[in-house]
């Protein structure tokens, strides 16, 4: 623990910031050493909560005025995944999409190939309209829905973040258009795009008790990566979820854990920029968390 004098001298210098965000980003010394002592919470009670840790909080009300902006439930899933997953998880949906408009074709091929002339890939086709793509393959016409459309599509990084931008959470934008989650993933953008979503409907939440942790990460090739990063869970329980690549083991090294997972989160962004210098830039080894890897142990960096 530093001196008295020495910790004054931090205490004074969070009070220049209006938010913890500002607070790591101009004052990365000082607020390190606040997180590192645990005296985050007893620095910075003046300090704002950024709208970003204050995910929207779904009810019958909310999620049924956000439904009544769609006319039809595709729409409603694609554009508002939160609001429609929360309605299906409270069996609302009935009640919230009464006013859209329920279409019963009579799907013969015809009905099908005309509803598939409609769309440019087949990912918009299967998304926007899955009733007409299980019959084009029940019917076994997929080839004929699918002969004017772009089959493997040229994705760029605007046209990425555009189609993110429809997206509430990662899970959703990624089972819609994978093509395009693997494009961001492969070109370093991933968190770009992603950086308007709620994160806490289906993995982590700011507000719940959370672990900032450190994993070593053993390849086939004899090397090794570090990864840094943060989970309401137990953090040897993450590494089921990771999707593991090809790569000879994961161990959990060491685990700072917080009351509030937005001081998680702070934390962790500190020590990415205090050691950017060793991110990971070669090709992903594992499924999710590529933009946490490192080449040096952090967890005996931060120490020193």
């Not at 779904?58 to 439904?67: K, Q």
């Not at 091929?109 to 769309?119: I, N, P, Q, T, Y």
Request: net charge positive; hydrophobic share 35%; with cysteine.
């Amino acid at each position: 623990m530093p001196r008295k004098l020495d910790l004054e001298r931090h205490f004074l210098e969070a009070r220049k910031y209006k938010s913890r965000s500002e607070f790591a980003r101009q004052s990365q010394g000082s607020y390190y050493l606040l997180w590192k002592h645990g005296l985050l919470n007893e620095a910075c009670p003046h300090m704002e909560i950024s709208a970003r840790y204050v995910p929207p909080k779904w009810d019958r009300e909310a999620v049924t005025a956000v439904a009544a902006r769609y006319a039809s439930r595709a729409e409603f899933k694609r554009c508002a995944g939160g609001a429609y997953t929360y309605a299906k998880d409270k069996k609302l949906l009935d009640e919230v999409c009464a006013h859209m408009k329920v279409l019963r074709k009579r799907w013969d091929a015809d009905a099908v190939l005309a509803e598939a002339r409609k769309f440019s890939t087949p990912s918009e086709f299967k998304q926007a309209c899955s009733s007409g793509y299980k019959h084009a393959c029940r019917l076994k016409i997929l080839d004929q829905a699918f002969a004017h459309m772009n089959r493997k599509a040229e994705w760029t990084k605007d046209r990425v973040i555009e189609v993110a931008k429809g997206f509430s959470s990662v899970p959703a934008f990624r089972e819609s258009f994978d093509g395009a989650y693997k494009y961001a993933l492969y070109n370093g953008f991933l968190d770009e795009a992603c950086e308007h979503m709620d994160e806490s409907q289906y993995g982590f939440d700011d507000r719940r008790e959370a672990s900032l942790y450190f994993m070593e990460i053993s390849l086939n090739d004899g090397g090794s990566l570090y990864k840094v990063g943060i989970t309401n869970r137990n953090p040897t329980r993450r590494i089921s979820g990771m999707g593991v690549g090809l790569v000879k083991s994961i161990v959990v090294i060491g685990v700072c854990r917080y009351r509030l997972g937005r001081d998680a989160r702070m934390a962790e962004r500190a020590l990415h920029r205090r050691f950017a210098a060793f991110r990971y830039s070669g090709p992903p080894v594992l499924s999710n968390g590529n933009t946490e890897l490192f080449t040096k142990n952090i967890a005996i960096l931060a120490g020193e």
